[in-house]
């Protein structure tokens, strides 16, 4: 058997340096069935990091339907076939009224990739606006909204990052409704900036959830003020739903939703397909026509027969399995339990999130110094026990736990209890 | 059962306005197996269009190891998989020993849009030459280089294009080797012009069959000047294979094998894993570590699992069934067929092409004109009669024939003897 070592040599050879795994020593997975993973020598891991695999890892629904389709017709849309129309007529249904008509495509990366130049061509204005902690994807358009790396080209300019709001941290010191209010104020300067540039404001790109700026906890409504700002200006409101879409979050069923506003423009992915490369972009008819009738688009694979029953399972497993509802009470368990641990380690300094899409942030001190290399000792600690999650947010200080919905309370016991065997062992040093 | 005109209304809502179908009266299909296609009132048709189901609609070894790596595990490349290392192993004995690594992605416009960075952090440039009836893909990247619609936002004035070769109409109004060099005199134009500019010389991206110019018939070394003006800048070349790649032209694998030269990056898609969304790009290694160390990519979907099955069956597929051999008889009796016809038919201009790539171009007059709303018709003719295929280059007046490479001696017989009877009914005029 090939040794990880030799496998890692093999990927350095064909896919280039700086291919990023996870982990000090990486997994090398051969098996998945719902929230379990298996590697080479047979040993069982806890998934409780991705969603990706929303309704579990190789649900066989999932799997029947990309087999049956796969096996009858694969094309695409410049021929019709039912399989698209009957996906968006049930995925429509999950949305706001005003939110009608969608373009299917591949990746997250590219509908925000259309999304982009939807906005363009609704307002006729090419500036963006979003935080400064952000990852909407990885074309060349996407990644001038990241500030990670600088994008290859350079920066066009046209991008305004925000500070991310941060819950722990928040700008003025405050909570509540002085929190928001900081938040609006920044978006406000950001949009004077704009419009005082050569590019104008097209559109607030924002993940409603901040799922990447660590998942701040933020009231409904917190964005209000911000979304008015935007459009007062011409703006149009993109919600990237590619991580808190579908049901994640358990209260509702959009990220979107949850905050309490519909945007123009709704990004979604990762989850869709269960693990099939399918995404789309989500709008009102004449926002699409906006685009559709400036751009010729078309996606070879975009919206094929077999993209729309793997999407379209998911869809169908979720309401029969009752994700959903399922995601909430975990989520609110494993919650609980997490703030009865973090009650004995004051390295804990909060546990957050909605749904099945939670976690912990760890800090050194009472100036909430995040607490990174411990955090990413308790992540490898966690991996040698044979529970896979992640951090991230400010100084990847926050444990990021967002595993199949398929996830029970068993699941979490395990977790939290996996958690508590890390913690009492590892160190809390700098 | 929905009729044509009730799913068209459904679309127009779901879908936005301007979603372009085939034929006046479009297709709506339901199953398909090799060559064939059905719609949904059992009426058959010859696929002699669709070069994405590359090794045939459904191939059954491919819907096997679609269906088998699903049930089994779906992940991405923060794992490690043997998956995408032994398909990356199999891939790269198909390339010149330059190519040695590669970056996977969903579609040839997400490879595309790759490989304009991947030009720009090696060169440390960003102007691009493409030709002027090019298409290389649809993200905000990639589509500034089609003339078809002005990108949404504008051009950026980075691209340069040259007239595309013609061979029917060649720019000095000879063949041969003036013929090339004309070419070569417009890409050394072009790269003055980006020297002169800002921008500086990057890239050329190039299909090297030219198939969205028409395929015009072009000697080995043909690029050669062309190649050699854009070196001399520091730029690089892009082979986008996503059309003539995977042995479509019979006498080789790759359309620059049969151009005769060996590109920097190489850029593949549609056919890879015969309808399921995978494409990749690929280059030498320290080019594609150019890229790698200037910019953290990563693509969730990218080199999962079950699309390195489907890609991996695929290339097995092309062996095992000789369909690059098969692609070299059958195109080559389709065409003998053809210039017969031809002989009959003044319209016909030029047949031309290579392996199951291949058409005939329809002109009017001495003068060339093309014979647009002739071939349309002749489109629409062939499709009345259970064929289907399309037309493209100039004035989309040649047919455009590359179906499925499993297509047979009796599959031509039965397409041109359909297209004796379509050119026999259709009146010649404008």
């Known amino acids: 058997m090939e040794s990880i070592a030799e496998m890692m040599a093999r990927r350095a050879r064909l ?42 890892h190789c649900h066989p629904k999932v799997v029947e339907a990309i087999s049956r389709q796969a096996a009858t017709l694969n094309t695409h849309t410049r021929y019709l076939h039912s399989g698209i129309l009957d996906y968006l007529d049930a995925l429509m249904t999950r949305f706001d009224a005003r939110l009608t008509s969608a373009i299917m495509v591949c990746s997250g990366s590219e509908a925000n990739d259309v999304a982009l130049r939807i906005a363009q ?12 902690r952000t990852y909407h994807g990885n074309t060349t358009a996407v990644s001038q909204l990241s500030v990670r790396k600088p994008p290859i080209g350079g920066y066009g300019g046209h991008v305004r990052h925000v500070k991310a709001p941060d819950s722990l941290r928040p700008l003025n010191g405050t909570g509540g409704a002085e929190f928001a209010a900081a938040f609006t104020h920044e978006v406000r300067a950001a949009v004077q900036s704009l419009q005082d540039s050569e590019f104008g404001v097209s559109a607030l790109m924002i993940c409603p959830f901040f799922a990447n700026e660590g998942f701040p906890d933020l009231p409904p409504g917190f964005l209000d003020g911000a979304i008015r700002a935007v459009r007062d200006a011409g703006g149009l409101i993109i919600a990237d739903e590619v991580q ?32 099939h490369p399918v995404a789309a ?150």
Chains 1, 2 share one sequence.
């Open 244 to 275: 808190p879409g579908f049901g994640r979050l358990g209260s509702h069923f959009w990220g979107h939703e949850r905050m309490g506003f519909v945007p123009d423009v709704v990004t979604i992915g990762k989850p869709m397909g269960n693990g």
């Open 281 to 430: 972009v989500v709008a009102g008819h004449d926002t699409l026509a906006a685009f559709r009738n400036a751009f010729g688009y078309f996606n070879t694979f975009g919206g094929n027969p077999v993209s729309c029953a793997a999407a379209s399972a998911v869809l169908e497993v979720i309401d029969a399995e009752g994700l959903v509802e399922n995601a909430f009470e975990v989520g609110e368990y494993a919650r609980a339990r997490l703030r009865e641990l973090a009650g004995h380690y004051p390295v804990i300094a909060d546990v957050r999130g909605a749904g099945l899409f939670f976690g912990a942030e760890m800090v050194l001190d009472e100036a909430q110094t995040p607490a990174t290399a411990f955090t990413r000792r308790v992540v490898e600690g966690m991996r040698q026990r044979g529970i896979l999650l992640n951090s991230g947010g400010l100084g990847e200080a926050t444990l990021k736990i967002r595993p199949p919905m398929v996830f029970s309370r068993e699941n979490a016991d395990l977790l939290v209890d996996t958690l508590a065997d890390v913690l009492a062992e590892t160190p809390v040093i700098a």
């Open 15 to 56: 896919l280039g340096p700086n291919v990023a795994t996870f982990y000090d020593t990486p997994v090398h997975l051969v098996r998945g069935k719902g929230v379990w993973l298996w590697d080479v020598d047979g040993r069982k891991y806890l998934d409780c990091y991705n969603n990706v695999p929303h309704v579990g």
């Open 121 to 132: 061509a609704v307002s006729g204005k090419t500036g963006v606006i979003s935080t400064d």
